[in-house]
């Protein structure tokens, strides 16, 4: 009897809690939880906001600017979004608080999802947004922008040196914050730009969760890699990590989120805003073979083959 009380209690909470969401008119499902402004944005605004989503299933997190970079944006209202929180900005002010609820059928419908392991049939994706600020135009807003880099920048270093310091791995600092441990630094020649290195790796979460490799206890498993430093062919943390090494050098990389894959990672591996860590052997560096001189338009391949 108790149960069955309880149970019907929970019932109605929950209808009450549904019954609060309102709708747009694309049948996005929402709440507000007004602030103080009584001023509403304007288009032609530049915004600042921190935005979540998550999957309410699991209550896991898909992406989140809390606690990291806010997102930034000139609201134009003759280009709202259709069934997202972009909807409501015209009628909402700085403080206001956005609840939302998407459904990953209609997401499908509307083409902007495929069913997959993440996004399933029947599932339901959860958002909140808070209007933190607006600026009279961009460049107040591109400065704002800049000192919250910094600030995530600097999160992003202090939380490596905690990890190095809790795992006693001594360490040097590139001019950019990462964060380089030299075992056994190599000899001439060094992984300067423009210099090939051919690089085995181990990469990891800070968790200690290998994401991807290519040697097992110092041997080559599958393909070396081969990088041509300094010339934007990988991430930042290792155009400026590798140069601290040469021919035979071996250590590790700590890399901050922001000269790793920064804010958006690189889905499905990555998740936004993770920090790696680097095992790396350098077998050798070399200067890069030369590449093929490209034919002039109009002038035959000269006994290349030609592409099909």
């Known amino acids: 009897m108790i149960k069955n009380t309880i149970k019907l209690l929970l019932a109605i909470v929950l209808f009450a809690?549904?019954?609060?969401?309102?709708?747009?008119?694309?049948?996005?499902?929402?709440?507000?939880?007004?602030?103080?402004?009584?001023e509403t944005l304007k288009n032609g605004q530049s915004i600042k906001l921190n935005i979540e989503y998550k999957l309410a299933a699991k209550d896991s997190i898909l992406s989140s600017s809390y606690a990291h970079i806010p997102v930034y944006f000139v609201l134009d209202t003759a280009h709202l979004g259709k069934y997202n929180f972009t909807e409501l900005l015209p009628t909402s002010s700085v403080g206001d608080k956005i609840e939302f609820?998407?459904?990953?059928?209609?997401?499908?419908?509307?083409?902007?999802?495929?069913?997959?392991?993440?996004?399933?049939?029947?599932?339901?994706?959860?958002?909140?947004?808070?209007i933190l600020k607006t600026f009279p135009g961009q460049p107040e807003m591109m400065k704002d922008y800049?000192?919250?880099?910094?600030?995530?920048?600097?999160?992003?270093?202090?939380?490596?040196?905690?990890?190095?310091?809790?795992?006693?791995?001594?360490?040097?600092?590139?001019?950019?914050?990462?964060?380089?441990?030299?075992q056994n630094p190599g000899t001439m020649p060094m992984a300067d730009s423009g210099m090939q290195a051919t690089v085995l790796y181990r990469g990891a979460f800070v968790n200690g969760k290998i994401f991807d490799s290519n040697m097992v206890n110092s041997k080559l498993v599958g393909q070396p890699l081969n990088v041509?430093?300094?010339?934007?062919?990988?991430?930042?943390?290792?155009?400026?990590?590798?140069?601290?090494?040469?021919?035979?050098?071996?250590?590790?990389?700590?890399?901050?989120?922001?000269?790793?894959?920064?804010?958006?990672?690189?889905?499905?591996?990555?998740?936004?805003?993770?920090?790696?860590?680097?095992?790396?052997?350098?077998?050798?560096?070399t200067v890069p073979a030369p590449k093929p001189a490209q034919p002039m338009p109009g002038q035959p391949n000269q006994g290349q083959p030609t592409k099909k």
Do not use: H
């Open 146 to 182: 800049a000192v919250e880099m910094d600030a995530e920048k600097s999160r992003e270093i202090k939380d490596l040196k905690t990890y190095a310091d809790s795992k006693k791995i001594k360490t040097q600092s590139t001019q950019n914050g990462v964060l380089v441990e030299i």
């Open 101 to 130: 609820r998407m459904s990953v059928d209609t997401l499908k419908k509307l083409g902007m999802v495929e069913y997959n392991d993440i996004f399933k049939k029947g599932d339901f994706i959860s958002g909140r947004v808070d």
């Open 228 to 285: 041509t430093v300094g010339v934007g062919s990988v991430i930042r943390g290792w155009d400026e990590g590798l140069r601290l090494f040469g021919k035979g050098g071996k250590g590790r990389l700590l890399v901050p989120a922001l000269l790793a894959y920064g804010p958006q990672g690189s889905a499905p591996v990555i998740p936004p805003y993770a920090n790696l860590v680097f095992d790396i052997e350098i077998s050798d560096v």
């Open 17 to 38: 809690s549904c019954n609060q969401y309102e709708k747009t008119p694309s049948g996005l499902a929402y709440k507000v939880i007004k602030g103080t402004s009584k």
